[in-house]
């Protein structure tokens, strides 16, 4: 199975493209995850959606919205509340994990591939196949 993260943007508006997302494609959300971490001195969230993959198919997609809302733990904010409505509508729970900011890795990509081990070792997606 391959994964891989589709980033939609920084959150700002995108989050509200994340959220039609997950309302239009309950079924298919595997797990709901909000990771946080500090980046320039913010406390900031990354928002995203683990989906099962289409039908037979052997990529499974994780769209990510990165960095770009507030830490809702630090700063409440209406953008984590919709998230979190879209989550609990779809009858999922938001996990979170704590983790270095994307601005520590010299490529995205990177900062991306290091979510997908913390993803794997905590078995949210499958192991590398």
Do not use: W
Request: glycine share 6%; hydrophobic share 35%.
């Amino acid at each position: 199975m391959i994964q891989k993260f589709i980033e939609l943007g920084e959150g700002y508006a995108d989050i509200y493209e994340l959220i039609d997302l997950g309302s239009r494609m309950p079924d298919r959300i595997q797990h709901a995850i909000a990771f946080y971490s500090e980046k320039n001195g913010r406390p900031v969230a990354s928002l995203s959606l683990v989906m099962k993959p289409a039908h037979q198919d052997k990529f499974q997609p994780i769209y990510i919205c990165r960095e770009g809302v507030p830490n809702p733990h630090e700063q409440p904010n209406q953008r984590f509340d919709l998230y979190k409505q879209m989550v609990e509508e779809a009858g999922k729970n938001v996990s979170e994990f704590t983790i270095k900011p994307s601005n520590l890795f010299p490529e995205t990509d990177l900062f991306y591939q290091h979510l997908i081990g913390i993803l794997r070792m905590n078995k949210f997606i499958a192991p590398l196949s």
